[in-house]
């Protein structure tokens, strides 16, 4: 079974992975974006290495366990044939109320299928104000609408 679309890109086939990518996300439904990941998908996230769905599908699990009121907006960076290059910001709160702004870079490598074989993440957390939050649309999927990240001086 495929999931399209498939490498190799071109670019709007490219932009349209990560948009698929940021829906899923945003969903925070860990089987669900679990399932975008080949079976053996290698990954590095900050400083932890996960290798499986199974690990994909625990970390998830505890990332949003904690990171609450997640919102997510990604960018393509650039793409090849069988990689894409995103940067991307998400905003949550910790179970005290602090918001935080997260920042970061990721490379992907897809297999024949399109499923996402290898993820590499950096990715930093900056303390923001409640006043300073910028992705306030209701949980779940991005609107098409609302300002992307070179939109919002991101």
């Not at 079976?39 to 949003?64: C, H």
């Not at 940067?87 to 996402?116: I, K, P, V």
Request: charged fraction near 30%.
């Amino acid at each position: 079974m495929t999931r399209p679309p498939v490498p190799p890109f071109g670019y709007d086939d490219a932009v349209r992975k990560v948009r698929m990518a940021e829906d899923a996300w945003n969903t925070r439904d860990p089987a669900k974006v679990a399932l975008a990941y080949t079976p053996d998908t290698r990954w590095r996230n900050r400083s932890e290495f996960l290798s499986g769905r199974a690990e994909v599908e625990a970390f998830l699990t505890r990332k949003w366990a904690k990171e609450n009121g997640y919102r997510l907006i990604k960018e393509i960076w650039c793409h090849g044939e069988d990689r894409i290059a995103v940067r991307f910001c998400y905003e949550w709160h910790d179970a005290g109320g602090q918001w935080y702004r997260a920042h970061g870079n990721e490379n992907w490598l897809f297999d024949a299928e399109g499923y996402m074989a290898v993820r590499h993440a950096s990715i930093n957390d900056v303390p923001i104000a409640d006043r300073e939050r910028l992705f306030l649309w209701p949980q779940g999927p991005r609107p098409e609408d609302h300002p992307g990240l070179s939109e919002l001086g991101l």
